[in-house]
C-alpha cells in the first residue's frame, strides 16, 4: 500500500507534526510507501486566482473552474498542482494531518482543496461521487482542536465535531474517496500556550500518538463513513423521497 | 447605520462583484456608510503563519492563539489585521460577500477568520459566543452556488446549504454577531463557462440584483438564526440535557 498525508501545520514541532512522524513510522513498518505534501514547508499557495494560469483560456474574465478545466485539457496546470495530483494518483490512503482552526480546516488546506482538485482532470459533472475520480482509494482526517471531548456535541460550545467535519468529508466523497472516520485529538494546546504545561504536553502527546498508531494498524478493518451517491437522487440533484439520512 | 462588506471573489466582473455593488448602492441610498475589504485586491494573505509576528512571544515554537493573544496586548498586530479590525470596530453590519467553493468560504475567505479574529483581542474563553466580542453586532453571508437549488438540501447532491454554512455562522456567533440568515444565489456559473450563455448570464444577475436589494432593505426586520449560548452549556461545554437543537 501506498499512503500520502497532506501535513498542514505551521510548527514542525507541534503535535500535529509528532502525529504525521506516528503515521510515517507505522506505516513504513507495515511495509507501506509514504510521502507527504508538508503544506507549509513548501510553502504552498491556498488561493486560487488568475496568476496561476498561464496562458488563460479567457483573459477577461477569471472564472476558475474554466480556467482549471481548461489547464488540465492542455497539462498546463502550475507545477505544484501537478505534483500534488501526481501524489494523489500514486497513493491507496491519504490522510488529512491538521488543527481545527475557525470551525474547519485551516486556510492553508482548505486551498488546497480550492487549487488541487481541479475541473475537468480529477471531476466532471459525470464523475463524481460514488463515480468520482478517486474511487478505491481512501481518505481519513487525523484533527487536534484545542477545546475538550466534552465540548463537541449536538447542542455543545463547539459544536458537533461530525458535523464540523461534514463540508471537509463531503469534499473527499464528491472526488470519490471512500472517506474514514476521522481520528481526533481534543483539548491540544500547544505548549507555550497558556493552558499547557510542559509535562502535560509530553505525557498526552504519549498517549496520542499510542492511539493513533493503534488506529493505523487497523484502517483496513474501518468501515468507510455512509454519503449518500447517484442512486439516491433525483435527476436535479434532490434527495429521493425514500432517501432520509438527515444531512 | 455603519456596514463592512468582506467581499471575497478574484474576478471583478463576477456575479460576486454585482452583488457587492447592489450592497454599496443600496445601503448608501439608504443613508448607511459603507466599506469594503476587498480581499482580492487588497492581496490579503489569508495564511496564518510565524512570520505575521515580530518579535515573537516564543521564538522556538509557534502557537498562533498565543503569538495573536501577545501582539493584541503588545498593540504589534500586523497592520493589514489592525486595519480589518478597525473596519469591524466601525460597522454595525458586516456582509460576507463570497462563492461556495468545495463546501465552504474560498481559502482566502477562511484565512480572514484565521488571521482576524485574533485570540486575546477579539475573544477569550469568558467572551465568546452570546458574551462575544462583537454583540450587538449584525452579519450576515451572501454567497453564490454554482449547482442549482434543487441540489442544496438534506441528502441532496450538493448537501444542505444550511449545514454547509453552519460552521462560518458558527464562527461569527463565536465572536458575538447575530448572524441572520443567509442570501443564496444558486446556479451561477461564471459567464466564460460552459453552463452560461451571456444571455443567461445577465439576465440571472439582473434578477438577483433586485432580490438582493430587496433584503437588503429587510434586513432591520430579519429574526437571527438561533444557536446554544452559555446557559445552555455544562461547564465541561456540553449541551445540558433539556437542551436539544439537533446540532
Not at 34 to 48: G, K, M, N
Not at 85 to 112: N, S, T, Y
Not at 186 to 210: K, M, P, V
Request: net charge negative.
Amino acid at each position: 500500500m501506498r499512503a500520502l498525508i497532506i501535513h498542514c501545520h505551521p510548527e514542525p514541532a507541534s503535535f500535529n507534526a509528532a502525529l504525521t512522524d506516528v503515521s510515517v513510522r507505522t506505516l513504513r513498518d507495515l511495509d507501506h510507501a509514504v510521502e507527504i505534501s508538508d503544506l507549509y514547508a513548501e510553502a504552498f499557495d491556498p488561493v486560487e486566482r488568475p496568476g496561476h494560469f498561464r496562458p488563460r483560456k479567457d483573459r477577461t474574465f477569471f472564472s476558475a473552474l474554466a480556467e482549471q478545466r481548461h489547464a488540465s485539457e492542455t497539462e498546463a496546470l502550475p507545477a505544484e498542482i501537478h505534483r500534488e495530483i501526481e501524489r494523489l494518483e500514486r497513493a491507496d490512503l491519504v490522510i488529512f494531518q491538521f488543527p481545527l482552526w475557525w470551525h474547519g480546516q485551516p486556510a492553508m488546506l482548505k486551498g488546497w482543496f480550492d487549487r488541487v482538485l481541479v475541473n475537468g482532470g480529477l471531476y466532471t459533472s459525470a464523475m463524481r461521487y460514488d463515480r468520482g475520480y478517486f474511487c478505491g482509494k481512501r481518505a481519513i482526517c487525523s484533527v487536534t482542536t484545542g477545546a475538550p471531548a466534552s465540548a463537541f456535541g449536538p447542542g455543545a460550545r463547539g459544536g458537533d465535531i461530525d458535523h464540523l467535519l461534514w463540508p471537509l468529508h463531503y469534499s473527499l466523497h464528491y472526488v470519490g474517496f471512500s472517506v474514514l472516520p476521522p481520528f481526533l485529538a481534543f483539548g491540544i494546546q500547544g505548549h507555550g500556550y497558556a493552558y499547557q504545561s510542559e509535562t502535560g504536553f509530553a505525557s498526552r502527546l504519549d498517549a496520542l500518538r499510542a492511539q493513533w498508531a493503534g488506529r493505523l494498524k487497523q484502517l483496513g478493518e474501518l468501515p468507510a463513513l455512509r454519503f449518500p451517491g447517484w442512486d439516491d437522487w433525483d435527476d436535479a440533484g434532490a434527495a429521493k423521497p425514500d432517501f432520509a439520512t438527515g444531512i
